[in-house]
T-cell receptor
Framework: DTEVTQTPKHLVMGMTNKKSLKCEQHMGHRAMYWYKQKAKKPPELMFVYSYEKLSINESVPSRFSPECPNSSLLNLHLHALQPEDSALYLC?????????????FGQGTRLTVV | QKEVEQNSGPLSVPEGAIASLNCTYS??????FFWYRQYSGKSPELIMS??SNGDKEDGRFTAQLNKASQYVSLLIRDSQPSDSATYLC?????????WGAGTKLIIKP
């Protein structure tokens, strides 16, 4: 089973709203990732958690706040977003952050900021 | 700046023919190479991984790696209309995936 589950599938939020994206995997993977993808562009890495600790933050604005409550869950808290933050947000997981580890993606959350 | 280069396409291939997708990378010490397929509006799906020089076959898909020349390719045999998608090459560099921009593949019935 290579399933990563993301909720919600679609989200429309205003610039003053606070919302959260959720991601769950039960493959025993110890690395989890948040990516942002704009249309016709490759995924852009935002955050990496390794063994529940934040290991990479790609200079993401503070209006995006990640959280890893346990080894199976990853959240992305959103606050005061801008219309240009509208994108497909992808969660992925891999066995760990080492070499030769395959990353599997969830189905994504399509976010629209109005 | 580590880079992964792909021809953006679109690459148009007749149904039943072989589709050949290519990718070059700049980081000489990269060890892991991945091909993902992405349908429009969907998330990337891992279809092949390759770590050693040579060919790796999985069904209709063959990945080819040449570390000396720093390129990796994906061959799709007996192409089907359902293979029409964007194919993303990803290369491990310093424990992060560096992504190519993707090649759009169109299989014409």
């Amino acid at each position: 089973d290579t399933e990563v589950t993301q909720t919600p599938k679609h989200l429309v939020m205003g610039m003053t709203n606070k919302k959260s994206l959720k991601c769950e995997q039960h493959m025993g993977h110890r690395a989890m990732y948040w990516y942002k993808q704009k249309a016709k562009k490759p995924p852009e890495l935002m955050f990496v958690y390794s063994y529940e600790k934040l290991s990479i933050n790609e200079s993401v604005p503070s209006r995006f706040s990640p959280e890893c409550p346990n080894s199976s869950l990853l959240n992305l808290h959103l606050h005061a977003l801008q219309p240009e933050d509208s994108a497909l947000y992808l969660c992925a997981s891999s066995q760990d952050q080492g070499l030769n580890t395959e990353a599997f993606f969830g189905q994504g959350t399509r976010l629209t900021v109005v | 700046q580590k880079e992964v280069e792909q021809n953006s396409g679109p690459l148009s291939v007749p149904e039943g023919a072989i589709a050949s997708l290519n990718c070059t990378y700049s980081d000489r010490v990269s060890q892991s190479f991945f091909w993902y397929r992405q349908y429009s509006g969907k998330s990337p799906e891992l279809i092949m991984s390759i770590y050693s020089n040579g060919d790796k076959e999985d069904g209709r898909f063959t990945a080819q790696l040449n570390k000396a020349s720093q390129y990796v390719s994906l061959l799709i045999r007996d192409s089907q209309p359902s293979d029409s998608a964007t194919y993303l090459c990803a290369v491990d560099s310093n424990y992060q995936l560096i992504w190519g921009a993707g090649t759009k593949l169109i299989i014409k019935p």
